[in-house]
């Protein structure tokens, strides 16, 4: 065989075999992609059937996720994988912006304010810590929060230590208050009206969000309660004042007054106490 002979066929061979290899190595990742794209509508069917499970209960629970997993939260959705996506609209969720890990665990408590206005599901890894950071003042109500044992969270009094600040600082997430108050976070300030609001600051890299969720919630719900006393009528009982303070809520949440809306919040618990003590059926 001549050497020019030799020459075409090693030349061949080796363009045959990048040829071929190329094809193998696109086929695996093509594979690959694929198999990512089911595991991660897989997950998220299990995430999506896990929030509407604990929906109806008060509880917390961890779901494995089998391989490592990136999930990718934001206020109106969420995405498994950089593929498979699912809507949250009507779901108030306290995460961080991007969760990685095996497992995930959550946890949902109701929302009051006085009346029920959803449930908030608290989402973590189980590779996350949490860090509380108390002061002498804050010490006993910090101690007191009651996160399922399944989340890593340690209370702490050490202020190097990056996390959530119930005490003075200037980094971080700031929380001044006890049952309700102010989470401060840079320069922008928000209100938290009960303990699951609380815990949500915790749990959230998009406390606004959570706030925007629940102030819509909220307004919806007294305009349903205020057509519902409109509308009761009973021998011996007036809603008149009950009515008149949802209609003042709906405006307060409307305009975000906060602290108009603790106030309002607290005369109606009182006045729906007030109608049961008197016999009368309640507003909510």
């Not at 021998?235 to 303070?245: A, D, E, F, H």
Request: glycine share 6%.
């Amino acid at each position: 065989m001549k050497k020019g002979q030799i020459q075409f066929n090693w030349i061949f061979v080796i363009v045959a075999g990048a040829i071929i290899l190329a094809f193998f190595i696109n086929f695996g990742m093509k594979y690959m992609e694929l198999q990512n794209k089911k595991l991660g509508v897989q997950a998220a069917r299990g995430i999506e059937n896990e929030l509407d499970n604990l929906k109806t209960v008060q509880l917390y629970t961890e779901l494995p996720l089998g391989l490592n997993t990136k999930i990718e939260f934001s206020c109106n959705n969420f995405k498994v994988n950089d593929y498979a996506s699912r809507g949250l609209s009507d779901k108030i969720i306290a995460s961080d912006r991007i969760i990685e890990g095996k497992s995930l665990l959550l946890w949902t408590q109701e929302i009051y304010a006085p009346f029920k206005i959803g449930n908030i599901f608290y989402i973590s890894s189980s590779e996350r810590k949490h860090y509380l950071i108390y002061d002498s003042s804050s010490f006993e109500f910090v101690k007191g929060l009651d996160i399922p044992e399944i989340f890593d969270v340690e209370k702490t009094d050490d202020k190097e230590i990056e996390g959530i600040y119930f005490t003075d600082s200037d980094k971080g997430v700031v929380i001044r208050g006890k049952e309700k108050g102010i989470v401060r976070i840079g320069n922008e300030e928000y209100p938290y009206f009960n303990i699951p609001m609380l815990y949500a600051a915790i749990f959230s890299s998009d406390y606004k969000c959570i706030v925007d969720k629940v102030l819509s919630n909220m307004e919806e719900m007294a305009e349903i309660y205020s057509n519902k006393a409109l509308y009761i009528k009973q021998q011996g009982c007036s809603y008149v004042l009950i009515k008149n303070t949802l209609d003042k809520l709906r405006d307060a949440v409307r305009k975000k007054d906060y602290g108009k809306i603790n106030e309002l919040i607290e005369q109606l618990e009182q006045q729906n106490k007030d109608m049961y003590n008197k016999g009368c059926t309640t507003v909510f």
